[in-house]
């Protein structure tokens, strides 16, 4: 922290500002410039939130943070880069790994003609929500225990693993029970009660950025569920909120080379939510890939039309295989790698 | 619902959509334009989310909302303005009602000297924090029950009805137990689990606005608890994420007469984390109530340099009482009014 | 500036980044952390640009701004809050001033009437554009010199002054001509070109925010036009885009107090613009003048469902005299005063 | 447009709406639905702006725009994709042309050896900016005509041709003098005078969109150049401000498949200015490249330490040919190419 006085700050001033850094623990070093005085404080980095409040004593202009407040989800800590190994599934390492599915788990032949049709392309994971997050109390809430067991049956008919979104702590046991990864969506990213639940997991976690999340604050929510002990977090990219209206949200790819920079978790990017438009979410997969994410999820569905939720975002599985036969194509330049399509009945 | 055809759309595209949307249950007006066509879908207006699917077949271009999706919250449903009575509190009505007190409770002695400062100075109900959400795992988070017990000795000695936190609806029954009003806070203002959980309790909820949540999924999220039962719900602006960093928050006063216009529900500013500033609280609480609002919720902390909490945004006391004055006098030209001051001892 | 070294810096690079700052003038003031190296940057507040470039040199992990950039807008530079006389109409002072007119000048009838309006209902200067900012070229773009000279017969008619927008520095003769007060619009509000231009120029100038400008920028843009010489600089906050669509942009009411305390200049608020709503004007009128604005610049037209351009966003006259009459009686608490009405005929 | 009223809306306010709406030369189409009535305007989609304002009317809740409002810009006004010829060089065809070179021309030397870099390394055009939109009146504001002469030098030595940005029209011959493209950077992107005098010009334009500027609103400044007859407009995305601060602007890649999708412009990507981060610009440029764009154009510094603007986002002349050579790797699976290195000495 840096606590920068007034342009003509009281001496008294300032000798209050370094006896209250160093009652708050700190080091106190003043620096006296031409035009005014600068206090750096050193010490512990976590914690520091009791010297922002200096911020309110007399002839204080600003307290700037310096440093990253993420302790085990930064590179410093953990410099190489994390791989989580999912039944066999490796997630972070020279693979793409591909999730795809319906947003809402709506029946039984949806679900598994859309896993068949996925795993056809190349998928790993089956996506599918059996609990949603709804602007309205009036629309379709998912099928909960009905639609998890939908997913299970997919999984043992294809081989694919499962995520599936968690919305309440209370539901953990449940969907732990048949989920291989438990995602948390973008308006829980800083639901810290339920961050801390999944932290005591043992299952891996996907952890959406929130709608207004920093990459900074992204991280901290990552940081909550590593604190507790649960070291296999997936990051997820899915969009934010800005003035732009043609797309649903702004896909932010920037923030995949910036998290790859911060942090040794894996990043993958949602380009389905993140643009909210089916007919872009093609290049924005391809752009995802050579941004250098580790995976993509992606809404697929038999029949966007019928779909109760998210239909606009979601594409026809013909679609999706083009789709992961151009990412199979252009991660070699990448150095990666996408898994093989199954030959076409 | 409006359905957009392309350009050149297919009559046999337009003959597809309108059998879709005959199909959802929506009587279909086609209107043939000299440039294109676009389809009117006449019907209830909630779950109209299946339409918007159309997006997705061929020829559409675009499909786009008309109406507001809010039915409880709505003043079409409830032209007359909505009273809540906290204990003999009215919010909503004539009286701008003041909330104040710390970010965190954090002792006895802190909570009591803030108690008995509000009240003198014209506060009718005490806040405080004992479930604190914190974007670091690393920093306080809060003294939960013991927290609560603090808050309740101080409503016995001054009279001050208390509001408070919920962040989990695990912790719902100990919470209810000791609030006069449950807030929810900005970052749960779209766990809809939550929402749900304080919709059938029996206790006034003050629902904060996300900070990148419409007014339009605001008053959504207000939905949620009314459609579950609970009608006593008090909206508070709190401050949107924009690109402007000298505040903490973009505090959005627009949302006031929007709201007013649009629900009959009560509705807070909440200036201490709309701005992040100490320094500019006075004049946007006068601007808050110039706007229209029912109330206010203001940090005040006897020492905000020592505060675990927030301190940069808390008012001392003194400067609490003289923006009280402010506001009463202000109060008058506006046909509102401020609760007077006790006597300074 | 301070310079923050990465985590485990060798120092080499450390001793780099003191020579490089050295070489650019500055004297660097190395502070040796438990954890990392930051280096204290002390000497001339402007120019520092270059320093941020160190940002590019091994081992530096940011370069953090500290100071305010801005020399002649700021508060530090005159204390004292600047009053500026438009033909013995003072701005910045005790009297809060309204402009108003119609968005657009469209015909003699319009222009003479709305500045009948308006003048009666105590407004001082009215506004109008000959030159007009519109989004698609198609739109009317103004009736220009002609529009100019139907403002200066408003003016003779009705002794209220002229503020009107000058959109390119090819214009600037023609408009100083006419207008009292010359307007730079949000969309040039970083045309530094056309700053530069009207910093030459003896008339006084309003200088609206532009659309995703910082209060800092926008107090740099205003620096532009001081450093030419010309120190009779209004700034105007009339909206930022944000996610919200219910309003046209979000007014940032806080903008007022934060110009207030770092700038000696008068702010002004246009709550037309900055909502696009006319039945939310004056709501946002009233909580300008409780924030501190200094005054107000209002769209009035007489049939605003015949206006040319910005219809849905202006008052009638009778609603402008309304909420005059409120403005009025609010000022008082606030110690301000607005001019009084002439009995209506 | 369509005209939306409120729930109860009197028969006589429908009426009054129908009537202005055929007074504006459109015709009107009412439907008359269970809860309320939409009036939908068929006729000419230009100068829609008056049917706008009918939103001032009493009983009208909101007028929806329906249709793009951009003619020449648009795919259904030109289906086929817009190939630019500047003096050979093939803009918006198979090949992606990479633009590169220092933010500001500063001497002789370093534009001639960045000039020699990047055509080693497969450039075809070289940027470098001799007017400087700089947000400080106290910075550097470019070399002028001398900054011209340097970079026609370059032009002569190397073969490249060369882009500059043009801040004011008063400058437009000067410009038009010396550069083979002209730029109109983002802060203009909305000063629509400067646009109409490019309009005019024979030399092709590269438009850079605005910071806070709609994909629809930036189609629509490329109209303000096309409709005064000048049709070679080459859009550029450089990043969007958002809550952001990590980078210094937040790239908007989904802007490339959108404007693909709506125009038949040729659209480029500036990672440079869109990061504001060197670190990041190898791997959004591979994005940009993936999502589409027909080119880049990134800021290359021989010494960026010493750069006297934006050094923090310039690559050094080996960094950018390592991306060069990853760019012409990425081409194929692309289907595009990436023109070929020159041997290195």
Chains 1, 2, 3, 4 share one sequence.
């Not at 609990?131 to 999984?155: C, H, I, N, V, W």
Request: aromatic residues 4%; contains cysteine.
């Amino acid at each position: 922290m840096i606590i920068v006085m007034e342009h003509q700050a009281d001496k008294r001033h300032i000798d209050r500002v370094i006896e209250e850094v160093r009652r708050l623990g700190y080091t106190p070093h003043p620096i006296f410039g031409t035009d005014r005085t600068v206090v750096a404080c050193v010490g512990d980095e976590r914690g520091k939130d009791r010297i922002q409040t200096l911020d309110g004593l007399p002839g204080v202009e600003a307290v700037v943070p310096i440093l990253k407040p993420f302790k085990l989800a930064g590179r410093e800590a953990k410099p190489e880069k994390t791989v989580i190994d999912v039944g066999g599934v490796k997630i972070g390492g020279k693979e793409i790994v591909v999730m795809a599915g319906p947003c809402s788990v709506e029946n039984r032949q949806q679900v598994l003609d859309t896993a068949e049709a996925v795993k056809a392309a190349g998928a790993k994971i089956l996506r599918g929500g059996a609990f949603k997050p709804r602007t309205s109390p009036y629309d379709f809430q998912g099928m909960e225990e009905e639609g998890l067991k939908l997913l299970a049956e997919a999984r043992e008919k294809t081989g694919l693993k499962i995520i599936t979104e968690l919305m309440d702590a209370h539901h953990l046991e449940l969907v732990e029970r048949y989920a291989d990864i438990i995602q948390i969506g973008a308006r829980n990213s800083q639901n810290f009660f339920l961050l801390k639940a999944v932290g005591k997991s043992a299952k891996p976690v996907m952890l959406k950025r929130g709608m207004s999340t920093t990459i900074r604050e992204f991280l901290m929510s990552a940081e909550y569920i590593l604190a507790q002990g649960n070291y296999n977090v997936i990051l997820c990219e899915r969009g934010i909120r800005t003035f732009e209206t043609y797309t649903r949200n702004t896909l932010d790819l920037n923030a995949v080379p910036v998290v790859q920079k911060l942090s040794h978790l894996p990043i993958f990017v949602d380009p389905s939510h993140g643009t909210g438009r089916w007919d872009i979410v093609a290049p924005m997969s391809k752009a995802a890939l050579a941004a250098g994410a580790d995976g993509l999820i992606i809404e697929v569905h038999t029949k966007p039309g019928e779909a109760v939720s998210d239909g606009a975002q979601s594409l026809k599985p013909s679609k999706f295989r083009e789709l992961m036969d151009d990412l199979r194509a252009l991660a070699v330049p990448l150095g990666r790698e996408v898994a093989p399509a199954e030959a076409e009945a």
